[in-house]
């Protein structure tokens, strides 16, 4: 789908359009991952939006996990008030 050396501005709106429908997206994302014929722009953007993702993932865990102790301390407050 996306085997070009230059993808134009039509590839890149299919590709976001794509990208933009649910379960699609990840059909997409592993076709584009998997097949090495693939522009090698838009694998190496893939590829980055996975560890951007991995490094959100990591990121969210650990500020909840240090946030969602005080946030039940400050709940639990809260409704002893009542």
């Known amino acids: 789908m996306f ?3 230059q ?9 976001y ?3 933009s429908i649910p379960i699609v997206n990840i ?6 991952l998997v097949d090495g014929q693939n522009n090698q722009t838009l694998r190496n953007m ?3 939006s996975l560890v951007m993702g991995l490094i959100t993932v990591v990121i969210l ?9 005080e946030i039940e301390q ?7 008030s009542f």
Request: no cysteine; hydrophobic share 60%; charged share 15%.
């Open 46 to 48: 893939q590829k980055l």
């Open 7 to 15: 993808l134009s501005m039509g590839d890149w709106f299919l590709y």
């Open 27 to 32: 059909i997409i994302w592993i076709m584009v």
């Open 17 to 19: 359009l794509l990208m």
């Open 3 to 5: 085997k070009k050396d």
């Open 61 to 69: 865990i650990l500020t909840w996990g240090t946030l969602l102790p």
């Open 74 to 80: 400050i709940l639990q407050e809260f409704m002893g």
